[in-house]
């Protein structure tokens, strides 16, 4: 007859967190740097923004513009496909600017709606000189109103000799989106600009959606988002790091049910922002609403920092907080650039507009942040929980913040579940 053991815990967790001072206290400004914007990239080396941006024949173009919103014109005004244009990335050089490309024969209001930047159906891969001047078609995926293919989010190596994108293979059952991949590329620049060597991933139990972001310091890892978990939704997306040589995957996010996208590496490779929408409510998001494209009127996000090893998550926007100066009412943060210097961030947001005929606009801003209140995680209180176990199987959770504690005695307990908040927990184990 094995004994019981009955754990009594005391827990003391310190609950982080900063005071507000005229808005989230990690952020010191959030400026508006313009209208209708969406995807963005921040080149680093002539330190201009490549963006999208709808114009009134209601397709997105690339544009290019200062940080401080001056200066805009438009790279794909002409030269390329006259449909939607968007997802930008700037070449580290700052002499080239990929992005995707809707086909000029995918025509038709649904087409349209479902090639518009960031879902990149029945879209390839190009890339143009900085001046708009020269383009190159990179990919060649022929239109289909069947089972279409797609591409997204296209990103270049630090030392630009590689490209990073996701695309759409073909339909897929059981799957809102269909089945994707990451595929990274040699990106040759000599004698006009090609890809060559495309290597193909899909990590994870799924093979269902994938989201390229970023490539690590030094280039041996790329940053991505998916729903690499059976059973979840693409709405339940997670942040993840592959390495390309060990095929090494690190899950960054375990939020099941929550929407993480769009991380990028701050330029020391020190920290990660992405957007999420954790500690909101109850989004609702079904099949049908991610199948036919209506999740947007659901969804609502913020801006997040952790660590580049997945801690110390913190959420920098608070622009769904009525309380809060930021509130705009229902906000997707969307993509986001790091400043070349790592203070700032610019970030698209999308906001409920019953003005606009869509039912919503979309903006840049900036946002400036204060790392000195980033680095304190000053402590706004203390509680305290008194457990007391008795069941082997018993796996306790308990948030804000979300804590698992792990219970077993060495002998005939097994471990499952994880502690990981760096905070005090003391164990006193009494023979029953």
């Given amino acids: 007859m094995r004994k019981n053991v009955m754990a009594v815990i005391v827990i003391v967790v310190l609950i982080t967190g900063c005071a507000r001072q005229g808005g989230n206290s990690r952020t010191m400004a959030i400026t508006t740097v313009t209208e209708y914007?969406?995807?963005?990239?921040?080149?680093?080396?002539?330190?201009?923004?490549?963006?999208?941006?709808?114009?009134?024949?209601?397709?997105?173009?690339?544009?290019?513009?200062?940080?401080?919103?001056?200066n805009e014109r438009c790279l794909t005004c002409s030269g390329c496909p006259q449909r939607h244009n968007g997802n930008p990335a700037w070449?580290?050089?700052?002499?080239?600017?990929?992005?995707t490309a809707q086909n000029e024969d995918a025509v038709g209001d649904e087409i349209d709606r479902i090639a518009i930047p960031g879902r990149g159906v029945n879209c390839n891969l190009w890339v143009a000189t900085n001046d708009g001047t020269t383009f190159w078609q990179l990919t060649n995926h022929k239109t289909s109103f069947i089972n279409p293919k797609g591409i997204i989010h296209p990103q270049f190596s630090h030392d630009g000799n590689k490209l990073l994108w996701a695309e759409r293979l073909q339909?897929?059952?059981?799957?809102?989106?269909?089945?994707?991949?990451?595929?990274?590329?040699?990106?040759?620049?000599?004698?006009?600009?090609?890809l060559d060597n495309i290597q193909v991933y899909?990590?994870?139990?799924?093979?269902?959606?994938?989201?390229?972001?970023?490539?690590?310091?030094?280039?041996?890892?790329?940053?991505?988002?998916?729903?690499?978990?059976?059973?979840?939704?693409?709405?339940g997306l997670d942040i993840y790091e592959l390495d390309l040589k060990t095929q090494q995957l690190t899950r960054l996010t375990e939020t099941f049910e929550d929407w993480d996208e769009h991380a990028h590496y701050s330029p020391d490779g020190q920290r990660i922002a992405w957007?999420?929408?954790?500690?909101?409510?109850n989004l609702g998001i079904t099949f049908d609403d991610l199948r036919y494209q209506?999740?947007?009127?659901?969804?609502?996000?913020?801006?997040?920092?952790m660590d580049a090893n997945g801690s110390n998550k913190q959420q920098l926007t608070?622009?769904?907080?009525?309380?809060?100066?930021?509130?705009?009412?229902?906000?997707?943060?969307?993509?986001?650039?790091?400043?070349?210097?790592?203070?700032?961030?610019?970030?698209?947001?999308?906001?409920?507009?019953?003005?606009?005929?869509?039912?919503?606009?979309?903006?840049?801003?900036?946002?400036?942040?204060?790392?000195?209140?980033?680095?304190?995680?000053?402590?706004?209180?203390?509680?305290?929980?008194?457990?007391?176990?008795?069941?082997?199987?018993?796996?306790?959770?308990?948030?804000?913040?979300?804590?698992?504690?792990?219970?077993?005695?060495?002998?005939?307990?097994?471990?499952?579940?994880?502690?990981?908040?760096?905070?005090?927990?003391?164990?006193?184990?009494?023979?029953?």
């Avoid at 957007?275 to 409510?281: K, P």
Wanted: glycine residues 8%.
């Fill in 318 to 432: 608070s622009f769904n907080d009525p309380e809060n100066p930021e509130y705009s009412g229902n906000v997707i943060v969307s993509d986001s650039a790091w400043s070349p210097d790592g203070t700032k961030i610019a970030a698209t947001i999308a906001y409920k507009n019953l003005k606009n005929r869509r039912g919503y606009s979309s903006r840049i801003v900036l946002i400036e942040l204060d790392f000195q209140e980033i680095a304190s995680q000053k402590p706004l209180g203390v509680r305290f929980l008194t457990l007391g176990i008795t069941d082997e199987q018993t796996k306790i959770s308990w948030g804000l913040p979300v804590v698992t504690v792990l219970l077993f005695d060495f002998l005939k307990w097994q471990p499952f579940g994880g502690w990981n908040f760096s905070n005090s927990i003391n164990f006193l184990f009494i023979e029953v």
């Fill in 37 to 70: 914007g969406k995807s963005l990239d921040w080149c680093h080396t002539n330190n201009l923004i490549a963006f999208g941006k709808m114009g009134d024949d209601s397709y997105y173009d690339v544009y290019v513009m200062n940080p401080d919103g001056s």
């Fill in 275 to 281: 957007m999420s929408s954790t500690n909101l409510e």
């Fill in 171 to 194: 339909n897929k059952r059981g799957t809102s989106w269909g089945e994707w991949a990451l595929k990274v590329a040699d990106f040759i620049s000599d004698d006009g600009c090609h």
């Fill in 91 to 99: 070449h580290p050089s700052g002499e080239y600017i990929v992005f």
């Fill in 202 to 235: 899909q990590p994870g139990e799924t093979s269902s959606f994938y989201e390229s972001h970023a490539f690590s310091e030094d280039d041996p890892k790329i940053l991505f988002s998916g729903n690499l978990v059976a059973d979840q939704l693409e709405s």
């Fill in 294 to 305: 209506t999740w947007g009127l659901k969804l609502k996000t913020e801006l997040w920092i």
